[in-house]
């Protein structure tokens, strides 16, 4: 491999204007593509095969209304009044008016007719149903909804606005999110000690980044694309690709240090620095593709886009980074007795030299009393971890978003004035029901779902417990019919979990008692379902992404114990990130520090994506610093002292890295998107515990521990497994030399 992209780096350096040239060809591709074929977003959860998705299509296909978005109107009464007073029931009855004629309505039920009144007369609910899915309502169809209130507000009602029709706003990127650009520059300044290699750098990320976000974007008019996804790939994206340009950069550098020429040094830099650029790469990318087999479309996406950034990150940072060498040239030399030149200096020190470095200072300590480092380390990593042994998973709804949104309020309010259960009914859809018997079938489900009324308002006797009543609905034609189950609890109780499993097995009775089709669905149920499967995908998902990492280290390294502890140490980290995202999203420690705006359940994708994510990064440290470390150790160097060596030499670049990505990811902590808000926090401290307390902490110490073991390796293992010759090895005897004169 090394060899190749040895190759690759020459031609790119030598021919500079063509790679360039080909590059901004491929940017303006993407950007036409993307302003005359780019869609819309869907952020729509949808799983296909499952019971509540199947009953939705169905349900769909007998009733559009039925199956289409659904809004709410609350009005709330001035303290002292209710809503039946006169001059405020006559303003809700204009707005119910005034609403049914909003563009894909389909119906309003007025809160009067359907005795939807709290019980304290001061909150009336009126169910808003659109005629489509919330993804094809018309552009101003929510905006008009809104402004239909206007009625009540001047009767002095206060008038939210909510529903699943408005769960469907972009995430908006805006100046916060570029703060992590500006600590990356921070961080690439006093890294190479020069504007130039510091710009150059950040260029060919955002070059990267721009082509495969674009490219995305352009996408979103022939397949499903969530508001996420562009903003993970982004976020991702930026991270890896000025990470990745970082490496071969630095290796740039410190061979020009040494009295490399610029044209040797560029393509060596791609051969060593880039195999182990490309090998992280892959492993981001596999894992971000991995998220298909799952088999639920928007996250499918969401994988395949981040991937297809990252692989272009890789691409760019491969052939575009040497062409601007070329173009650079001599300038990147660090100057004579600057602090660069110096720096360089006592990394090309030998082995047995004093630490002269941070790293091999750092190393040198942790390696001094290893069994104690590995200890604290990972008795403090499994501390963190403890709060994710409560992991509870669910899909966002209105009560996660902004405390100030539209949605937010009517869904706080529905809660206070209704009950919670009432922002999420089930449905429960009855199909080939016998017409002359519909009716009486209909009522019977509705009865052993929801009781028999006692007579008191809103008393029933008998029923599934959890349940406050189960509404029946015959559709026109007599053959299909709904029963509309609002619950005691919310949306992303476990209660309303395990409502869903109920109604599912008195659904079977039914059928068996009536000949009907019984299903479950509903917004609710899909989630829940989506949610379980996620659930159940997880394990598996660890599995798949704990042996890719055990096989791809083996070959790398061709050790048997470096990849069971890079594998450990990755399950460390997880465990510490996942135990975070619980104590602030799900417990609300500091919740007001990060801007939460409510606990529950965390997002139900966050964990495998989170390992996808983690997984490459964590196999990108553990490459750059182990093999330094493996390469002191081939040519000789002591176990203990290899371990220093490669600290010496890596250690910097793994920091400097490190803190782009945790900059990265913690700018967009503050995005108002919780969905965004929790993976990058859990990406954010993930990177932190791995970078540092995992890579540069744990393993030296591990690796000390193990002594000479760590590179063993059978010898019938040693000849089956092929030889990727991360580290360079080969390009001694195969680099073309330089002719005379070039720079």
Request: hydrophobic share 55%; aromatic share 6%; net charge negative.
């Amino acid at each position: 491999m090394s060899t190749l992209l040895y190759r690759l780096g020459r031609a790119a350096y030598r021919r500079r204007a063509l790679f360039s040239a080909a590059w901004v060809v491929v940017l303006g591709v993407v950007v036409t593509l993307f302003l005359t074929i780019g869609g819309e977003f869907d952020d729509e959860f949808t799983i296909p095969g499952s019971e509540s998705q199947a009953a939705l299509d169905l349900l769909g296909q007998a009733s559009p209304g039925a199956a289409g978005a659904g809004a709410q109107l609350v009005f709330i009464a001035p303290e002292g009044t209710t809503v039946a007073d006169p001059q405020l029931a006559a303003a809700v009855g204009q707005v119910v008016a005034a609403a049914a004629q909003v563009p894909d309505v389909a119906a309003v039920q007025d809160p009067f007719t359907s005795q939807a009144i709290s019980p304290d007369g001061r909150a009336a609910l009126a169910t808003v149903q659109y005629g489509v899915s919330a993804d094809r309502l018309s552009p101003d169809a929510l905006e008009q909804l809104q402004e239909a209130g206007g009625a009540a507000t001047a009767a002095g009602l206060e008038v939210e606005v909510g529903g699943n029709a408005f769960n469907t706003g972009a995430v908006t990127v805006g100046p916060t999110e570029l703060v992590g650009v500006v600590v990356a520059v921070l961080v690439l300044v006093l890294t190479f000690g020069s504007l130039l290699a510091a710009g150059m750098n950040l260029l060919t990320a955002l070059v990267g980044v721009g082509i495969g976000l674009t490219g995305l974007l352009a996408l979103s008019g022939v397949i499903t694309l969530s508001s996420t996804a562009p903003t993970l790939a982004l976020m991702i994206g930026l991270a890896v690709g000025i990470d990745y340009t970082l490496f071969i950069l630095s290796r740039h550098r410190s061979q020009l240090a040494a009295g490399m020429a610029p044209e040797e040094s560029a393509a060596r830099a791609t051969g060593t620095a880039g195999s182990a650029v490309v090998f992280a790469g892959l492993t981001v990318v596999i894992a971000l593709a991995g998220l298909a087999v799952v088999g639920i479309p928007f996250l499918t996406v969401m994988g395949l886009g981040a991937a297809g950034t990252v692989l272009v990150a890789v691409l760019v940072a491969l052939t575009l980074l040497p062409a601007l060498l070329g173009f650079a040239g001599a300038r990147l030399v660090p100057g004579p007795g600057s602090r660069a030149a110096r720096r360089e200096q006592a990394l090309t020190e030998h082995t047995g030299a004093p630490a002269r470095t941070g790293g091999a200072r750092w190393g040198a300590f942790v390696t001094r009393r290893p069994a104690l480092v590995v200890v604290v380390c990972v008795v403090g990593l499994l501390v963190m971890a403890v709060p994710a042994l409560q992991l509870r998973l669910a899909l966002p709804d209105a009560g996660t978003a902004p405390a100030e949104s539209t949605e937010r309020q009517a869904y706080d309010a529905v809660s206070r004035y209704f009950g919670p259960g009432v922002n999420g009914p089930i449905l429960v859809f009855l199909s080939d029901l016998d017409p002359a018997t519909a009716e009486q079938t209909v009522n019977e489900a509705a009865v052993t779902i929801g009781g028999t009324p006692t007579g008191a308002p809103g008393q029933f006797d008998g029923g599934l417990d959890d349940v406050v009543y189960a509404a029946p609905q015959l559709l026109p034609g007599g053959t299909n019919a709904i029963l509309q189950v609002v619950p005691e609890s919310g949306p992303q109780d476990e209660a309303t979990t395990d409502l869903v499993t109920a109604l599912r097995d008195a659904g079977r009775d039914l059928e068996a008692r009536t000949g009907a089709q019984v299903a479950v669905t509903g917004q609710t149920a899909v989630a829940i379902d989506v949610s379980d499967r996620l659930t159940r995908a997880l394990l598996p998902f660890t599995l798949v992404v704990v042996g890719l990492a055990l096989v791809l280290l083996l070959l790398v390294f061709r050790s048997v114990l470096v990849p069971v502890k890079a594998a450990l140490g990755f399950l460390l980290s997880v465990g510490a990130s996942f135990g975070a995202v619980v104590a602030v999203f799900q417990w609300g420690w500091l919740m007001d520090l990060f801007g939460v705006p409510a606990t529950g359940p965390v997002i139900s994708f966050m964990p495998i994506l989170l390992m996808a994510v983690l997984f490459g990064l964590a196999m990108d440290y553990e490459v750059f610093l182990v093999s330094r470390m493996r390469e002191e150790f081939v040519h000789g160097g002591a176990p203990r002292a290899s371990v220093v060596a490669g600290m010496r030499h890596a250690s910097r670049v793994v920091v400097a890295a490190a803190l782009i990505m945790f900059a990265v990811f913690a700018s967009f902590v503050h995005i108002d998107d919780v969905t965004v808000k929790a993976i990058a926090f859990g990406l954010a401290v993930g990177v932190l515990v791995d970078a540092f307390v995992v890579r540069m902490t744990l393993v030296p110490a591990v690796l000390a521990l193990m002594g000479r073991s760590a590179w063993w390796l059978p010898r019938w293992l040693d000849r089956a497994l092929p030889d990727l010759d991360v580290e360079g090895a080969r390009l001694e005897a195969a680099r073309e030399p330089a002719p005379a004169g070039r720079s």
